[in-house]
């Protein structure tokens, strides 16, 4: 099938070199509101980047910072069954929003995000001492948690939740790593080679993200699911599950690429519930075999009516 262009997801990101100590990680558009302070000063050469490129596509353009401050919609990547996974943070802007991004994936997974399963495979206590950038490469000090308390099979998703998370934005296109300062070429006895570039770990993402909705959300009939896909024929399918488990809606689409690529995809599912209540999004591939599902994402939603 042939490969078609991918959908860019506009924010508004941006990245400086020199981000300092920590303060505190879509695939797709994440929220954004306007704030009341004014925005920061912008240092020379400073830019703002849209967030988020789907995995394997292009990477988004960079606009001069303008007009008031922001909260500015981030990827915390994540991995949930042993492959990477994709939610959304949001922070005030910030000069230093690539370390900002990180330090939200340091926190972890929010409560509802670890009930469906999500973890971070970077030990607790594990802090940021510092993001540069130059040339495209964005140069990450580490402390030395990092590193600890892994087998050599766990490191490369590890490794894989900075990547992803710091090639969210345009100016970054590759990752190298320092721990306490000193820059590595072995971490946590894994060899790394330098740049890391996200095609290195594209083994790690399961055959379908989901960027929207995220776990947690409150959602409204009709509801847009989107996301990627890598599934025989582009073909994605969707249901809507409801507080019992009893479906609601069904529906397929189709990716702008697959079978071998992966492409975005996006559908909008209609569905009526009597009152608000817990619900599942239900997105999955029918298996070529015999149509049962197979590559299931399930998001755990807020159905209203």
Known sequence: MKRLPIMMISGICLLAAGCGAPASGALGPAPTATAQTASPAVSPGSATASAAPSPGGQQPTATPTQGPAREIGLQAWF?????????KRTVPATPGIGQAALDRM?????????AAG???QIPAGTTVRGVRISAGIATVDLSSSFESAASPSAMPLRIAQVVYTLTQFQTVTGVRFAINGQGVTVVGGVPVQSPQTRAMYGGYLP????????????VTSPVTVSGTADVF?????VRILDSAGHEIARTFTTASCGTGCRGDYSVTVSYSVPRAQPGTIEVFESSAKDGQPINVQLIPVRLAP
Request: hydrophobic share 40%.
């Open 207 to 218: 055959a379908i993200t989901v960027r929207s909705p995220v776990i947690g959300a409150p």
């Open 118 to 120: 999500l973890r971070s």
């Open 233 to 237: 024929e582009a073909t994605v399918s």
């Open 79 to 87: 991995s949930r069954n042993g492959k990477l996974f994709v939610t």
């Open 106 to 114: 340091l926190t972890g997974p929010s409560a509802a995000e670890y």
